[in-house]
């Protein structure tokens, strides 16, 4: 009983420390979204001495931090609907059909988990020059559901594929096709993979810069990650909105999370058991 007092008394420390550890870079940056450059280079996990709410009135100003997030959202959500939408019609197949082009495709979107996303941006900027898709939202969201889809699909698959097909036979005999039994005999069962993979897709379309910077340039489309940049420039950079920019950008994102952090949790290993 001793010992094992001891290693119950070990783990919960190093959970304590992990869990520490984890919140202090949330705190520091809650901090000092309300503090100037000297408060925050001195004086990082101090008070600030004068709380400067005006800091996120400026940062709304700087980055038009609104409608950043609101065109952030908007890719966000547009994407993770596409993803869900194509992977599960596309899991359904992998899984529960013979088909003689099954297992090629199936290897197929497992090669796709492993393509290096930036060695593709290059020819993604000459397409989007070729048919003047550059500052197009539909070009954009092709992107992004295009790099998500493989491994939406690898996840689908793997957890649809541990569900009895006795599920379909019966469903089946009870005069349901294809549709009726993926929308309202599969998808339900498969809600836990389903929201964890949403999650995935949805962090990676609101806060994605790399394609948002090479494909758009009108202010108006700039994306969270995007109008961050607009902080930078030759002169010294006020820290203090950079923050309050941060503060206001990942409230979505934590807000997703707690609505639908049981579901990720419950999910979260389901896509690797495989039927």
């Not at 705190?27 to 990082?44: A, P, R």
């Not at 820290?239 to 503060?247: D, I, K, R, S, T």
Request: proline content about 3%; glycine content about 6%; hydrophobic content about 55%.
């Amino acid at each position: 009983m001793t010992k094992r007092k001891i290693i119950a008394g070990i783990v919960y420390v190093l959970a304590f420390l992990w869990c520490a550890i984890t919140i202090l870079p949330l705190i520091i940056t809650v901090l000092s979204s309300f503090k100037n450059n000297d408060e925050i280079y001195l004086g990082m996990f101090h008070l600030p001495e004068i709380w400067r709410f005006f800091n996120y009135a400026e940062a709304a100003e700087t980055a038009d931090a609104l409608l950043a997030v609101g065109n952030s959202l908007l890719m966000a959500v547009m994407t993770t609907i596409a993803v869900t939408v194509v992977g599960m019609m596309a899991a359904y197949i992998l899984s529960r059909k013979k088909l003689f082009f099954v297992k090629p495709l199936n290897i197929f979107f497992v090669i796709g988990v492993m393509v290096p996303v930036h060695c593709t941006i290059v020819p993604i900027s000459n397409i989007a020059s070729a048919i003047n898709a550059k500052d197009q939202y539909w070009f954009l969201l092709l992107v992004y559901t295009t790099f998500n889809l493989a491994q939406a699909i690898f996840l689908y698959t793997g957890f649809m594929g541990s569900i009895d097909k006795g599920l379909d036979e019966a469903a089946i005999i009870d005069g349901c096709g294809d549709i009726r039994l993926l929308t309202k005999v599969l998808t339900p069962i498969c809600k836990p993979i389903i929201a964890t993979e949403a999650i995935f897709v949805f962090i990676y379309g609101y806060s994605e810069l790399i394609f948002s910077l090479t494909l758009i340039s009108d202010t108006d489309k700039y994306t969270v990650s995007r109008a961050m940049l607009n902080f930078t420039g030759n002169h010294a950079v006020d820290m203090g909105p950079q923050f309050a920019f941060v503060v206001m950008a990942m409230i979505p994102t934590v807000v997703i999370y707690i609505l639908f952090h049981e579901k990720v949790e419950s999910g979260m290993l389901a896509g690797a058991v495989k039927g």
